[in-house]
T-cell receptor, first 114, second 114 residues
């Protein structure tokens, strides 16, 4: 998994498997979290978000889980496809006077093998 | 919607030269962010504009960096003089209201200073 400030970890999976990407965040006061996907040569693209009053949120083939007790986020991708190969970032929204700011993790490189 | 538009996509320049990166936010978004992405430090916020006014420039590395937003549809990030350590991918993002909800990134400018 990843944590803000650590080197880029990697995850390699077979096509059709489920993928789980983890993230530890630092600000216990943050109330909003986002997962982004970044493909080579492109900007980060929104995948799914979750507010702190939720533990789980589902999208199309993706699920985000939030554990506020241990300040941990995870992104689950079902039936991973080659097109899912990318770097995945979690981001936490700032709190108080910094609520405009997103703090990003270093990212996890997901490689899907056909 | 064309999204956030950045130019140029790639820039190669010699040390000491001035570099200007350009960004057109999504129409109707009142907030604009410049980020820098490197392998070592990940995605870092450089500066945040709200209604064309710089609100937070604490991430700007040093006086060699400057950013302007003369109107709601255009922003520039200038580096003068450029140094090899400025080599990175620079992203512009915009949001409707200064919060991360609806954050959209451009495709970035890859800057190489030789």
């Amino acid at each position: 998994g990843e944590s803000v400030g650590l080197h880029l970890p990697t995850l390699s999976v077979q096509e059709g498997d489920n993928s789980i990407i983890n993230c530890a965040y630092s600000n216990s006061a943050s109330d909003y979290f986002i997962w982004y996907k970044q493909e080579s040569g492109k900007g980060p693209q929104f995948i799914i978000d979750i507010r702190s009053n939720m533990d789980k949120r589902q999208g199309q083939r993706v699920t985000v889980l939030l554990n506020k007790t241990v300040k941990h986020l995870s992104l689950q991708i079902a039936a991973t496809q080659p097109g899912d190969s990318a770097v995945y970032f979690c981001a936490e929204k700032g709190s108080g006077g910094s609520n405009y700011k997103l703090t990003f993790g270093k990212g996890t490189l997901l490689t899907v093998n056909p | 919607d064309a999204g956030v538009i950045q130019s140029p996509r790639h820039e190669v320049t010699e040390m000491g030269q001035e570099v200007t990166l350009r960004c057109k936010p999504i129409s109707g978004h009142n907030s604009l962010f410049w980020y820098r992405q490197t392998m070592m430090r990940g995605l870092e916020l450089l500066i945040y504009f709200n209604n064309n006014v710089p609100i937070d420039d604490s991430g700007m590395p040093e006086d060699r960096f400057s950013a302007k937003m003369p109107n709601a549809s255009f922003s520039t990030l200038k580096i003068q003089p450029s140094e090899p350590r400025d080599s990175a991918v620079y992203f512009c993002a915009s949001s409707p209201d200064g919060t991360p909800y609806g954050y959209t990134f451009g495709s970035g400018t890859r800057l190489t200073v030789v």
